[in-house]
């Protein structure tokens, strides 16, 4: 039972901040990369953040940098992503995802071994 949980979405006004949450069980996130994609209604799939095993590496897709931080703690087996100064256009439904053990650099959706069931994300202006 191989399971990402996400949490932590929800409504904000615009300029507002979140915290999403990834819980995983059946299995040890520290081997893995870990990605938040999102994905609004008619638009592709697409990364927002990846992060390495070990937290070296981290990347985001160029329209949340500087606003959005990913991080993780493998100790509790968990994945974040802090969302600050949301925009409306950051409305989405953001999915949790694991690609491993190890990782291909920068992670593609046809990596994902795991997938969370998603959590919507919706920024009112």
């Known amino acids: 039972q191989v399971q990402l949980m996400e949490s932590g979405g929800g409504s904000v006004q615009a300029g507002g901040s979140l915290r999403l949450s990834c819980a995983a069980s059946?299995?040890?996130?520290?081997?893995?990369?870990m990605v938040w994609f999102r994905q609004a209604p008619g638009k592709e799939r697409e990364r927002v953040a990846g992060?390495?095993?070990?937290?070296?590496?981290?990347d985001y897709v160029d329209s949340v940098k500087g606003r959005f931080a990913i991080s993780r703690d493998n100790a509790k087996n968990t994945l974040y992503l802090q969302m600050n100064s949301l925009k409306p256009e950051d409305t989405a439904m953001y999915y949790c995802?694991?690609?491993?053990?190890?990782?291909?650099?920068?992670?593609?959706?046809?990596?994902?071994?795991?997938w969370g069931q998603g959590t919507q994300v919706t920024v009112s202006s």
């Open positions: 059946g299995f040890t996130i520290s081997g893995y990369c």
């Open positions: 992060i390495s095993p070990d937290g070296v590496w981290n």
């Open positions: 995802a694991a690609i491993g053990p190890g990782c291909y650099l920068p992670p593609r959706v046809e990596h994902v071994n795991y």
